[in-house]
Protein backbone atom coordinates (compact mmCIF):
# COMPACT_ATOMS: atom_id res chain seq x y z
CA UNK A 1 0.00 0.00 0.00
CA UNK A 2 0.99 3.66 -0.77
CA UNK A 3 2.39 5.54 2.19
CA UNK A 4 3.00 9.49 2.31
CA UNK A 5 5.23 11.04 4.18
CA UNK A 6 3.48 13.82 6.62
CA UNK A 7 4.46 15.96 9.34
CA UNK A 8 2.52 15.30 12.87
CA UNK A 9 2.93 18.16 15.30
CA UNK A 10 2.11 17.70 19.05
CA UNK A 11 1.21 20.80 21.08
CA UNK A 12 0.55 20.60 25.09
CA UNK A 13 -0.64 23.81 26.39
CA UNK A 14 -3.09 25.67 28.49
CA UNK A 15 -6.79 25.01 28.14
CA UNK A 16 -7.91 28.38 28.47
CA UNK A 17 -7.06 29.16 25.19
CA UNK A 18 -8.21 26.79 23.20
CA UNK A 19 -10.63 28.06 20.99
CA UNK A 20 -8.19 30.83 20.26
CA UNK A 21 -5.20 28.62 19.50
CA UNK A 22 -7.47 26.29 16.80
CA UNK A 23 -8.28 29.40 15.14
CA UNK A 24 -5.04 30.25 14.54
CA UNK A 25 -4.04 26.56 13.69
CA UNK A 26 -6.75 26.33 10.99
CA UNK A 27 -6.19 29.92 9.39
CA UNK A 28 -3.03 28.71 9.40
CA UNK A 29 -3.54 25.72 6.72
CA UNK A 30 -4.40 22.67 8.97
CA UNK A 31 -6.92 20.58 7.84
CA UNK A 32 -8.19 18.91 11.47
CA UNK A 33 -6.74 18.63 14.72
CA UNK A 34 -7.22 15.60 17.70
CA UNK A 35 -7.67 17.02 21.30
CA UNK A 36 -6.80 15.20 24.66
CA UNK A 37 -6.64 16.14 27.62
CA UNK A 38 -3.39 16.57 29.45
CA UNK A 39 -1.08 16.78 33.00
CA UNK A 40 2.27 17.29 33.22
CA UNK A 41 5.32 19.28 34.76
CA UNK A 42 7.14 21.25 32.69
CA UNK A 43 9.68 24.71 32.69
CA UNK A 44 6.17 26.34 34.36
CA UNK A 45 6.25 23.83 37.39
CA UNK A 46 3.71 21.12 37.91
CA UNK A 47 0.43 21.73 35.65
CA UNK A 48 -1.87 18.92 37.39
CA UNK A 49 -5.10 20.07 35.65
CA UNK A 50 -7.35 20.36 39.04
CA UNK A 51 -8.40 23.54 38.63
CA UNK A 52 -11.24 24.54 35.71
CA UNK A 53 -8.59 27.60 35.38
CA UNK A 54 -5.53 25.29 35.38
CA UNK A 55 -6.51 22.57 32.88
CA UNK A 56 -4.18 21.49 29.86
CA UNK A 57 -4.59 19.93 26.68
CA UNK A 58 -2.46 17.88 24.17
CA UNK A 59 -3.20 19.19 20.33
CA UNK A 60 -1.87 16.71 17.67
CA UNK A 61 -2.00 17.93 13.93
CA UNK A 62 -1.17 16.00 10.84
CA UNK A 63 -0.18 18.32 7.70
CA UNK A 64 2.14 18.74 5.31
CA UNK A 65 5.45 20.59 5.36
CA UNK A 66 5.07 24.21 4.74
CA UNK A 67 1.88 23.86 7.49
CA UNK A 68 3.81 22.58 9.72
CA UNK A 69 6.56 25.14 9.59
CA UNK A 70 4.01 28.02 9.11
CA UNK A 71 2.41 26.76 12.42
CA UNK A 72 5.26 26.46 14.27
CA UNK A 73 6.40 29.91 13.70
CA UNK A 74 2.66 31.62 14.10
CA UNK A 75 2.74 29.47 17.81
CA UNK A 76 6.41 31.17 18.47
CA UNK A 77 4.86 34.64 17.36
CA UNK A 78 1.61 34.24 19.41
CA UNK A 79 1.95 32.36 21.87
CA UNK A 80 5.41 31.09 23.48
CA UNK A 81 6.20 34.28 25.37
CA UNK A 82 2.98 34.14 27.58
CA UNK A 83 1.73 30.88 27.65
CA UNK A 84 2.34 27.75 29.22
CA UNK A 85 3.49 25.60 25.82
CA UNK A 86 5.57 23.04 24.17
CA UNK A 87 5.84 22.09 20.54
CA UNK A 88 7.49 19.04 19.19
CA UNK A 89 7.09 17.76 15.37
CA UNK A 90 7.65 13.89 14.23
CA UNK A 91 7.82 12.29 10.37
CA UNK A 92 4.50 10.13 10.04
CA UNK A 93 3.28 8.32 6.89
CA UNK A 94 -0.40 8.70 6.22
CA UNK A 95 -2.55 6.56 3.94
CA UNK A 96 -5.02 8.99 2.51
CA UNK A 97 -2.59 12.33 1.61
CA UNK A 98 -5.79 13.98 0.49
CA UNK A 99 -7.24 14.54 4.13
CA UNK A 100 -4.26 16.03 5.52
CA UNK B 1 -20.14 25.61 62.64
CA UNK B 2 -22.15 24.77 59.48
CA UNK B 3 -21.37 21.42 58.21
CA UNK B 4 -21.13 22.25 54.51
CA UNK B 5 -17.90 24.41 55.78
CA UNK B 6 -16.49 20.96 57.87
CA UNK B 7 -16.42 19.27 54.42
CA UNK B 8 -14.42 22.58 52.92
CA UNK B 9 -12.20 21.86 55.77
CA UNK B 10 -11.97 17.81 55.09
CA UNK B 11 -10.98 19.03 51.87
CA UNK B 12 -8.52 21.07 52.76
CA UNK B 13 -6.34 18.66 55.15
CA UNK B 14 -6.84 16.20 52.23
CA UNK B 15 -5.41 18.23 50.30
CA UNK B 16 -2.41 18.87 52.75
CA UNK B 17 -2.06 15.52 54.06
CA UNK B 18 -1.85 14.91 50.21
CA UNK B 19 -4.30 12.21 50.12
CA UNK B 20 -5.53 10.62 47.04
CA UNK B 21 -8.70 11.73 47.17
CA UNK B 22 -10.03 13.50 43.66
CA UNK B 23 -13.55 14.13 42.51
CA UNK B 24 -14.03 12.97 39.10
CA UNK B 25 -13.90 16.29 36.73
CA UNK B 26 -17.08 15.27 35.40
CA UNK B 27 -18.91 15.13 38.47
CA UNK B 28 -17.69 18.55 39.86
CA UNK B 29 -18.60 19.73 36.70
CA UNK B 30 -22.35 18.48 37.18
CA UNK B 31 -22.33 20.19 41.23
CA UNK B 32 -21.39 23.46 39.89
CA UNK B 33 -23.95 22.98 36.77
CA UNK B 34 -26.34 22.33 39.32
CA UNK B 35 -25.70 24.57 42.30
CA UNK B 36 -25.20 27.39 39.88
CA UNK B 37 -29.22 26.68 37.67
CA UNK B 38 -30.51 26.09 41.18
CA UNK B 39 -29.20 29.69 42.24
CA UNK B 40 -30.45 31.16 38.64
CA UNK B 41 -33.71 29.72 39.13
CA UNK B 42 -34.16 31.11 42.77
CA UNK B 43 -33.31 34.05 41.96
CA UNK B 44 -36.07 34.36 38.95
CA UNK B 45 -38.50 33.25 40.77
CA UNK B 46 -38.77 35.81 42.97
CA UNK B 47 -37.45 38.79 40.28
CA UNK B 48 -40.76 37.71 38.99
CA UNK B 49 -42.75 39.08 41.43
CA UNK B 50 -40.60 42.09 41.83
CA UNK B 51 -42.03 45.41 40.07
CA UNK B 52 -38.68 45.14 37.70
CA UNK B 53 -38.23 49.29 37.70
CA UNK B 54 -38.06 49.77 41.06
CA UNK B 55 -34.69 46.96 41.33
CA UNK B 56 -33.54 49.45 38.24
CA UNK B 57 -31.86 51.99 40.95
CA UNK B 58 -30.18 48.80 42.80
CA UNK B 59 -29.09 47.39 39.69
CA UNK B 60 -27.32 50.41 38.96
CA UNK B 61 -25.71 51.00 42.10
CA UNK B 62 -24.10 47.23 42.27
CA UNK B 63 -22.92 47.88 38.95
CA UNK B 64 -21.55 50.75 40.05
CA UNK B 65 -19.59 48.83 42.91
CA UNK B 66 -18.52 46.52 40.43
CA UNK B 67 -16.35 49.26 38.23
CA UNK B 68 -15.73 50.95 41.87
CA UNK B 69 -14.05 47.70 43.56
CA UNK B 70 -11.13 47.16 41.27
CA UNK B 71 -10.20 50.76 40.78
CA UNK B 72 -9.63 50.94 44.75
CA UNK B 73 -7.70 47.75 45.04
CA UNK B 74 -5.50 48.67 41.75
CA UNK B 75 -3.31 50.97 43.35
CA UNK B 76 -2.62 49.14 46.53
CA UNK B 77 -0.83 45.83 44.42
CA UNK B 78 1.01 48.62 42.35
CA UNK B 79 2.66 50.64 45.01
CA UNK B 80 2.70 47.99 48.15
CA UNK B 81 2.79 44.59 46.59
CA UNK B 82 5.49 46.48 43.89
CA UNK B 83 4.12 44.16 41.18
CA UNK B 84 4.18 44.72 37.57
CA UNK B 85 1.19 46.57 36.05
CA UNK B 86 -0.59 43.61 34.23
CA UNK B 87 -0.05 41.41 37.89
CA UNK B 88 -1.92 44.47 39.50
CA UNK B 89 -4.72 44.71 36.69
CA UNK B 90 -5.04 41.02 36.54
CA UNK B 91 -5.56 40.03 40.38
CA UNK B 92 -7.99 43.61 40.81
CA UNK B 93 -10.08 42.16 38.34
CA UNK B 94 -10.36 38.78 40.60
CA UNK B 95 -11.04 40.50 43.43
CA UNK B 96 -13.53 43.07 41.64
CA UNK B 97 -15.84 40.54 40.30
CA UNK B 98 -17.09 37.75 42.40
CA UNK B 99 -17.63 34.23 43.60
CA UNK B 100 -20.68 32.20 43.11
CA UNK B 101 -19.29 29.36 45.13
CA UNK B 102 -19.20 31.86 47.91
CA UNK B 103 -22.38 33.30 47.05
CA UNK B 104 -23.75 29.59 47.75
CA UNK B 105 -22.18 29.28 51.00
CA UNK B 106 -23.87 32.63 52.34
CA UNK B 107 -27.04 31.44 51.17
CA UNK B 108 -26.49 28.10 53.12
CA UNK B 109 -25.07 29.94 56.15
CA UNK B 110 -28.81 32.73 56.29
CA UNK B 111 -30.64 29.47 55.18
CA UNK B 112 -29.31 27.46 58.36
CA UNK B 113 -29.87 30.36 61.15
CA UNK B 114 -33.41 31.47 59.50
CA UNK B 115 -32.18 34.98 58.08
CA UNK B 116 -34.30 36.18 55.29
CA UNK B 117 -32.67 38.07 52.50
CA UNK B 118 -33.69 39.52 49.10
CA UNK B 119 -33.99 36.49 47.22
CA UNK B 120 -33.37 38.61 44.03
CA UNK B 121 -29.70 38.72 45.13
CA UNK B 122 -28.25 36.36 42.38
CA UNK B 123 -29.44 38.67 40.09
CA UNK B 124 -26.66 40.54 41.44
CA UNK B 125 -24.07 38.24 41.28
CA UNK B 126 -24.53 38.14 37.38
CA UNK B 127 -24.19 42.20 37.44
CA UNK B 128 -21.10 42.33 39.61
CA UNK B 129 -19.14 39.16 37.38
CA UNK B 130 -18.76 41.86 34.54
CA UNK B 131 -17.76 45.41 35.38
CA UNK B 132 -14.31 44.20 37.13
CA UNK B 133 -13.04 42.78 34.27
CA UNK B 134 -13.48 45.38 31.79
CA UNK B 135 -11.60 47.68 34.04
CA UNK B 136 -8.93 44.96 34.71
CA UNK B 137 -8.13 45.22 31.06
CA UNK B 138 -8.75 48.67 30.85
CA UNK B 139 -6.04 48.78 33.39
CA UNK B 140 -3.59 46.48 31.99
CA UNK B 141 -3.80 47.50 28.08
CA UNK B 142 -5.55 51.25 28.00
CA UNK B 143 -8.53 51.64 26.51
CA UNK B 144 -8.21 49.03 23.79
CA UNK B 145 -11.11 47.87 21.25
CA UNK B 146 -11.29 45.71 18.57
CA UNK B 147 -10.53 42.09 18.83
CA UNK B 148 -9.19 41.52 21.46
CA UNK B 149 -11.71 43.22 23.54
CA UNK B 150 -14.66 41.01 21.85
CA UNK B 151 -13.00 38.05 22.43
CA UNK B 152 -13.28 38.60 26.16
CA UNK B 153 -16.66 39.69 25.96
CA UNK B 154 -17.20 36.80 24.28
CA UNK B 155 -14.94 35.08 26.65
CA UNK B 156 -17.31 36.31 29.56
CA UNK B 157 -20.81 36.59 28.54
CA UNK B 158 -20.80 32.81 27.07
CA UNK B 159 -18.93 31.66 30.27
CA UNK B 160 -20.70 28.57 32.04
CA UNK B 161 -21.52 31.42 34.69
CA UNK B 162 -23.08 33.85 33.29
CA UNK B 163 -25.02 31.57 30.65
CA UNK B 164 -26.47 29.43 33.47
CA UNK B 165 -27.05 31.54 36.04
CA UNK B 166 -28.77 34.03 33.59
CA UNK B 167 -30.92 30.83 31.99
CA UNK B 168 -31.49 29.69 34.94
CA UNK B 169 -32.86 33.50 36.36
CA UNK B 170 -34.95 33.56 33.23
CA UNK B 171 -36.47 29.81 33.45
CA UNK B 172 -37.42 30.59 36.89
CA UNK B 173 -38.75 34.35 35.82
CA UNK B 174 -41.10 32.76 33.31
CA UNK B 175 -42.04 29.42 35.33
CA UNK B 176 -42.49 30.69 38.48
CA UNK B 177 -42.60 28.73 42.08
CA UNK B 178 -45.77 26.55 41.03
CA UNK B 179 -44.15 25.66 37.50
CA UNK B 180 -41.12 24.69 39.21
CA UNK B 181 -42.19 22.51 42.17
CA UNK B 182 -41.73 19.85 39.96
CA UNK B 183 -37.74 20.09 39.62
CA UNK B 184 -37.02 20.91 43.42
CA UNK B 185 -36.13 16.87 44.62
CA UNK B 186 -33.23 17.96 41.72
CA UNK B 187 -32.62 21.28 42.41
CA UNK B 188 -33.76 22.84 45.66
CA UNK B 189 -33.66 19.81 47.95
CA UNK B 190 -30.18 18.15 47.92
CA UNK B 191 -29.01 22.11 47.44
CA UNK B 192 -26.36 21.75 51.43
CA UNK B 193 -25.54 17.73 49.93
CA UNK B 194 -24.33 19.30 46.40
CA UNK B 195 -22.93 22.37 48.36
CA UNK B 196 -20.77 20.08 50.28
CA UNK B 197 -19.69 18.01 47.83
CA UNK B 198 -18.22 20.89 46.17
CA UNK B 199 -16.99 22.65 49.06
CA UNK B 200 -15.02 19.00 49.22
CA UNK B 201 -13.30 19.35 45.91
CA UNK B 202 -13.05 23.18 46.79
CA UNK B 203 -11.15 22.52 49.47
CA UNK B 204 -8.78 19.95 47.89
CA UNK B 205 -8.15 22.77 45.17
CA UNK B 206 -7.15 25.53 47.90
CA UNK B 207 -4.42 22.98 49.35
CA UNK B 208 -2.97 22.73 46.01
CA UNK B 209 -2.38 26.65 46.05
CA UNK B 210 -0.68 26.41 49.28
CA UNK B 211 2.74 25.99 47.29
CA UNK B 212 2.52 28.78 45.19
CA UNK B 213 1.35 30.67 48.13
CA UNK B 214 4.67 29.89 49.85
CA UNK B 215 6.61 31.22 46.78
CA UNK B 216 4.93 34.80 46.38
CA UNK B 217 4.44 35.11 50.22
CA UNK B 218 3.67 37.47 52.49
CA UNK B 219 2.03 40.54 50.58
CA UNK B 220 -0.83 38.28 49.17
CA UNK B 221 -1.27 36.44 52.05
CA UNK B 222 -1.96 39.86 53.65
CA UNK B 223 -3.83 41.31 50.43
CA UNK B 224 -6.00 38.27 50.57
CA UNK B 225 -6.97 38.48 53.62
CA UNK B 226 -7.33 42.63 54.23
CA UNK B 227 -9.03 43.16 51.00
CA UNK B 228 -12.15 41.35 51.21
CA UNK B 229 -13.01 43.06 54.48
CA UNK B 230 -12.31 46.28 53.32
CA UNK B 231 -14.44 44.95 50.44
CA UNK B 232 -17.25 44.01 52.70
CA UNK B 233 -17.89 46.87 54.48
CA UNK B 234 -18.34 48.99 50.85
CA UNK B 235 -20.80 46.10 50.03
CA UNK B 236 -22.71 46.49 53.60
CA UNK B 237 -22.83 50.29 53.45
CA UNK B 238 -24.24 50.33 49.96
CA UNK B 239 -26.84 47.75 51.00
CA UNK B 240 -27.82 49.78 53.90
CA UNK B 241 -28.19 52.32 51.81
CA UNK B 242 -30.35 50.77 49.19
CA UNK B 243 -32.54 49.66 52.44
CA UNK B 244 -32.03 45.62 51.76
CA UNK B 245 -32.45 43.62 54.93
CA UNK B 246 -29.81 42.63 57.29
CA UNK B 247 -29.45 39.36 55.59
CA UNK B 248 -29.50 41.34 52.49
CA UNK B 249 -26.63 43.91 53.14
CA UNK B 250 -24.37 39.99 54.39
CA UNK B 251 -25.26 39.00 51.35
CA UNK B 252 -23.76 41.87 49.09
CA UNK B 253 -20.64 42.68 51.37
CA UNK B 254 -19.90 38.92 50.84
CA UNK B 255 -20.57 39.09 47.15
CA UNK B 256 -18.24 42.49 47.57
CA UNK B 257 -15.51 40.48 49.58
CA UNK B 258 -15.75 37.51 47.15
CA UNK B 259 -13.08 36.69 44.41
CA UNK B 260 -13.47 35.52 41.50
CA UNK B 261 -11.41 32.09 40.51
CA UNK B 262 -13.04 31.13 37.45
CA UNK B 263 -14.40 33.42 34.99
CA UNK B 264 -11.75 36.37 35.74
CA UNK B 265 -9.13 33.61 35.27
CA UNK B 266 -10.06 32.63 31.81
CA UNK B 267 -10.78 35.96 31.04
CA UNK B 268 -7.17 37.15 31.81
CA UNK B 269 -5.80 34.18 30.32
CA UNK B 270 -6.77 35.80 26.65
CA UNK B 271 -7.09 39.43 27.37
CA UNK B 272 -3.98 40.45 29.58
CA UNK B 273 -1.85 37.34 28.87
CA UNK B 274 1.23 38.40 30.65
CA UNK B 275 -0.17 39.00 33.71
CA UNK B 276 0.83 35.47 35.59
CA UNK B 277 -1.95 33.38 36.52
CA UNK B 278 -0.74 31.62 39.73
CA UNK B 279 -0.39 34.48 41.12
CA UNK B 280 -4.02 35.92 41.08
CA UNK B 281 -5.53 32.32 41.53
CA UNK B 282 -3.18 31.86 44.82
CA UNK B 283 -4.96 35.16 46.35
CA UNK B 284 -7.90 34.13 45.17
CA UNK B 285 -8.52 30.39 45.73
CA UNK B 286 -5.83 30.17 48.55
CA UNK B 287 -6.51 33.17 50.31
CA UNK B 288 -9.85 34.87 50.40
CA UNK B 289 -11.89 31.97 49.62
CA UNK B 290 -11.62 30.46 52.56
CA UNK B 291 -11.14 33.23 55.00
CA UNK B 292 -14.68 34.36 53.55
CA UNK B 293 -16.03 30.89 53.89
CA UNK B 294 -14.56 30.09 57.94
CA UNK B 295 -14.47 33.67 58.70
CA UNK B 296 -15.65 36.33 56.54
CA UNK B 297 -19.17 35.34 56.39
CA UNK B 298 -19.49 35.24 59.79
CA UNK B 299 -17.92 38.47 60.76
CA UNK B 300 -19.90 39.97 57.74
CA UNK B 301 -22.88 38.70 59.54
CA UNK B 302 -21.67 40.27 62.76
CA UNK B 303 -21.00 43.59 61.07
CA UNK B 304 -23.96 44.12 59.51
CA UNK B 305 -25.99 43.04 63.08
CA UNK B 306 -24.15 46.03 64.76
CA UNK B 307 -24.62 48.28 61.83
CA UNK B 308 -27.96 47.98 61.74
CA UNK B 309 -28.49 47.97 66.06
CA UNK B 310 -26.54 51.35 65.83
CA UNK B 311 -28.17 53.31 63.16
CA UNK B 312 -31.27 51.45 62.29
CA UNK B 313 -32.09 50.28 58.71
CA UNK B 314 -31.99 53.33 56.07
Known amino acids: MEQHPRRLLTIVTESSIESHLLRHIERWGAHGYTITEARGKGARGVREGNWEANRNLRIEVVCDDA ?34 | ?96 SVSVGTFAVVVAYLGSRDIDFEAYMPLFVVLLEIPAILVGIVLAKGLVGGERLRESAHEVLLGKSIVLLVGGLLIGWIAGADGLAKLAPLFFDPFQGLLALFLLEMGLVTASQIGTLRRYGFFLLAFGVLTPVFSAMIGLGLGWLLGLSVGGAVVLATLAASASYIAVPAAMRISVPEANPALSLAASLGVTFPFNVLVGIPLYHWLAGQLYALIGAA
Open chain 1, 67 to 100: TADRIAAGLREHYYDNYAMILYTCDVDVLRPEKF
Open chain 2, 1 to 96: MDPVVLFFLLGVTAGILRSELRLPVQVYELLSILLLLAIGMKGGIELARQPFLELLGQMVAVVAMGFILPLLSFPVLLRFGRLPRADAASIAAHYG
